[in-house]
T-cell receptor, first 112, second 112 residues
Framework: GENVEQHPSTLSVQEGDSAVIKCTYS??????FPWYKQELGKRPQLIID?????GEKKDQRIAVTLNKTAKHFSLHITETQPEDSAVYFC???????????FGKGNQVVVIP | SAVISQKPSRDICQRGTSLTIQCQVDSQVTMMFWYRQQPGQSLTLIAT?????????ESGFVIDKFPISRPNLTFSTLTVSNMSPEDSSIYLC?????????FGEGSRLTVL
């Protein structure tokens, strides 16, 4: 099955700076990589995802990059704002289907 | 994305009792899953709720402890049986629509 790891566990950034979170996975057959944002007391929300046929995807201030050779993908948040403070989870498919295995999460703190 | 409603949103339960969580989706979905999120932890897949047949459980989860029903394509229940304090968690229903996984608001259970 898939093993997903995230680094760093906690990241503090100054407002306006960029934040980058990296996720590694183990199954080379995986082809779908989402990122979820979870604010305190709320459900995880899908914020961006990427499939293995592309190397990068952007949506306003967030982007995801994928390196299939190295088996890692990263979340990039530019011009961070206080509302970006949350726990971010990466995920990858278990056994190549819609069941997802999640990383342990990264706590991102944006300092005003 | 689908609208996913869970009941109860939270409950306090006594040790040794059982509680059933309901998940209702506003549209028919093929793939439905139950996840657990222990305090401060990541999301762990409990099982896939299969319509018209027995659920498929992940390693470490068994039907006697977490019986699941899926009578149709819009509804599922998860029962947490013979609860202990270690079962205190958020239980999340999730569905796949358009190839993406979305979560319900979760049911926060506290076992005393």
């Amino acid at each position: 099955g898939e093993n997903v790891e995230q680094h760093p566990s906690t990241l503090s950034v100054q407002e306006g700076d960029s934040a980058v979170i990296k996720c590694t996975y183990s199954d080379s057959a995986s082809n779908y990589f989402p990122w979820y944002k979870q604010e305190l007391g709320k459900r995880p929300q899908l914020i961006i995802d990427i499939r293995s046929n592309v190397g990068e995807k952007k949506d306003q201030r967030i982007a995801v990059t994928l390196n299939k050779t190295a088996k890692h993908f990263s979340l990039h948040i530019t011009e961070t704002q206080p509302e970006d403070s949350a726990v971010y989870f990466c995920a990858a498919p278990l056994y190549g289907n819609n069941r997802l295995a999640f990383g342990k999460g990264n706590q991102v703190v944006v300092i005003p | 994305s689908a609208v996913i409603s869970q009941k109860p949103s939270r409950d306090i339960c006594q040790r040794g009792t059982s509680l059933t969580i309901q998940c209702q989706v506003d549209s028919q979905v093929t793939m439905m899953f139950w996840y657990r999120q222990q305090p401060g932890q990541s999301l762990t897949l409990i099982a896939t709720a299969n319509q018209g047949s027995e659920a498929t459980y992940e390693s470490g989860f068994v039907i006697d402890k977490f019986p699941i029903s899926r009578p149709n394509l819009t509804f599922s229940t998860l029962t947490v049986s013979n609860m202990s304090p270690e079962d205190s968690s958020i239980y999340l229903c999730s569905v796949v629509t358009s190839g993406e996984l979305f979560f319900g608001e979760g049911s926060r259970l506290t076992v005393l």
